[in-house]
C-alpha cells in the first residue's frame, strides 16, 4: 500500500534539495530628481526582501521560484538596472513554510530592504500583513489568494486560486465530460490555502447549478490518506479537486492510485511539482490529472515572454531545470520592477513612495507567462481571469503538456473581490 507513495514523497524531497518592468535598462521618464537614500537604497543599489521556504518539502517551490526572482534581476540587472543605473540586490531568508518562522525572518532584514519581492505561502502572508501595514512595506505574495487584490500593501501576480478553480470546473463541465449531476467532490489542505479552493468551487456550484458531492481535509505534512480516499470514493466521485502542495499530492495521489481510486482529478497549481512526471505515478497521473495553472508550457516559443525567459534563464541560471515556478518568480520581478521604475520616476522610493508608486501604476503585461494585471488603488485593481490547463507528460521539460492555454470562463469574469478581514 505505502510503496508507491513512499517512493514518490522521496522523489519529490530530493528534488527539494537539488509588459512594463521589461523595459529596464533604459532612462525613466519624468521631471523628478533622483531619489534620496533611505532604508534599504544606499543610492546605487536597491535591496528586496526574498521570504520563501528554502528547506523542507515546500522548498520544491520555495527554491525555482525564488531562482526566477534572480533570473529577472540579474537580468535586468545586466541591463543596467531599474531606470537603467540602480542595481537590485536581493536578501534571502528561509522560511520553511511556516507562518511565526516567516515573522520573525521578515523581522530580521526588513530594516535592510525597500521592499518584499516575495512571500511565499497563503498563510505566511497573512502572518506577515499586518507588520507590513504598520511599516507601510510593499510586498509581492508568492500565493493566488483572491483576498491579496485589494490589500494595498500587496503586489499579486497571475489569476487567484479561485479564479482557477473556477475555470477548472467550467472545462470539467463544457468540454471534460461532466454534468451538474455528476458526483463532484473535493479535497483540500486544511488550511487559508484550502479554503482559497473550496471558495472557488463553491462559487462555481452556484453558477453552475451542482452540488459538491463530498469534502475531505487534510493537515500539510499527513503521512497516511487511505481515510480520506475511502471516503471520496465511498461518495462515488467522479471529480476531485485538489488543493495541496507536491509532497502531498504525491502521497494523495498514491494512495488513490493503490486504491484504484480514478477519478478526473483537477489540482491547484501549487500541488504539482516536475519530480512528478518522473515516478511511479506518472502512468496514473497520465490518465486521470490536469493541472490548472497560468503561462504555457515550457520552451513554447509562440509565446514572447517564454522565449525571453528561457533565454535568460540559459545565461543567469544555466544550471536550472525547466520549472514554472520560476516563471511564478519571475513574474513577481517583472511586477516589481514596474513599481520601482515608476517610483524613481515619482522620485522617491521610500516605503511610502513605494506604496504611491504602486497606487499609480497602470497594466503590467507578462508577455503571456500570464494574463495582464489592471493595477492601480487596490480597490480598483482587476487581476487576470485566465488559467491554463496541463496534462502530465513526461516527454515535455517539466513534465506538462498545454491542455487548454490562456482561457477565461464567463463564470470567472463576473467573480467579485474582496478585502481581508
Known amino acids: 500500500m505505502r510503496g508507491i507513495t513512499l517512493a514518490v514523497a522521496a522523489t519529490l524531497l530530493v528534488a527539494a534539495c537539488g ?13 523628478a530628481g533622483a531619489p534620496p ?61 511556516k507562518p511565526d518562522v516567516t515573522v520573525q525572518q521578515y523581522n530580521k532584514i526588513k530594516g535592510n530592504v525597500v521592499a518584499f519581492t516575495q512571500v511565499l505561502g497563503t498563510a505566511p502572508t497573512l502572518a506577515v500583513l499586518p507588520q507590513l501595514k504598520t511599516d ?37 463541465l463544457t468540454e471534460g465530460g461532466g454534468t451538474k449531476d455528476s458526483k463532484i467532490c473535493m479535497m483540500l489542505q486544511d488550511d487559508v490555502y484550502g479554503e482559497a479552493g473550496l471558495q472557488g468551487l463553491t462559487y462555481a456550484s452556484q453558477k453552475y447549478g451542482f452540488q459538491i458531492a463530498n469534502t475531505q481535509r487534510f493537515k500539510n505534512g499527513t503521512e497516511n490518506y487511505t481515510g ?5 470514493a465511498g461518495a462515488g ?24 481510486f480514478a477519478p478526473r482529478w ?19 497521473l497520465q490518465q486521470n490529472a490536469i493541472i490548472v495553472a497560468e503561462g504555457t508550457e515550457w ?4 509565446v514572447s515572454g517564454m522565449k525571453d525567459m528561457v533565454d535568460r534563464t540559459a545565461q543567469f541560471g ?42 499609480q501604476l497602470g497594466t503590467v503585461s507578462f508577455d503571456g507567462l500570464s494574463g495582464d494585471y489592471i493595477y492601480g488603488p487596490a480597490e480598483t485593481r482587476n487581476p487576470p481571469r485566465t488559467s491554463t490547463l496541463f496534462t502530465v507528460d513526461p516527454t515535455k521539460p517539466f513534465g506538462l503538456k498545454t491542455l487548454k492555454y490562456n482561457f477565461a470562463s464567463d463564470a470567472a469574469k463576473s467573480f467579485e473581490f474582496q478585502k481581508t478581514g
Not at 242 to 255: C, H, R, S, V, Y
Open 266 to 284: 483537477y489540482a491547484q497549481s501549487p500541488a504539482y511539482a516536475a519530480a512528478l512526471s518522473k515516478s511511479p505515478l506518472t502512468p496514473y
Open 19 to 31: 509588459g512594463a518592468g521589461d523595459k529596464g535598462g533604459g532612462p525613466s521618464s519624468g521631471a
Open 237 to 260: 466521485c467522479q471529480m476531485v479537486f485538489l488543493t495541496a502542495t507536491p509532497t502531498d499530492a504525491g502521497k494523495i495521489w498514491g494512495t488513490a492510485a493503490q486504491a484504484r
Open 318 to 359: 544555466p544550471q536550472q531545470q525547466p520549472d514554472y515556478y520560476l516563471a511564478f518568480g519571475y513574474n513577481q520581478g517583472r511586477a516589481m520592477t514596474a513599481v520601482l521604475e515608476k517610483a524613481v520616476q515619482l522620485g522617491n522610493l521610500t516605503r511610502e513612495g513605494i506604496l504611491e508608486a504602486s497606487r
Open 228 to 232: 480520506q480516499i475511502q471516503a471520496l
Open 136 to 172: 507601510k512595506v510593499l510586498a509581492a505574495p508568492a500565493s493566488l489568494d483572491a483576498l491579496w487584490v485589494r490589500e494595498p500593501n500587496l503586489l499579486p501576480v497571475g489569476g487567484p486560486y479561485q479564479i482557477q478553480v473556477i475555470n477548472a470546473l467550467d472545462h470539467y
Open 299 to 302: 520552451g513554447d516559443n509562440k
Open 37 to 97: 537614500t533611505t532604508t534599504g537604497f544606499d543610492g546605487s543599489t536597491i535591496k528586496l526582501g526574498v521570504l520563501s521556504p528554502l528547506s523542507g518539502p515546500v522548498a520544491v517551490i520555495g527554491l525555482p521560484l525564488t531562482a526566477g526572482n534572480k533570473i529577472w534581476f540579474d537580468s535586468l540587472n545586466g541591463r543596467g538596472g531599474v531606470a537603467g543605473k540602480y542595481k537590485v540586490e536581493l536578501v534571502q531568508e528561509d522560511t520553511q513554510y
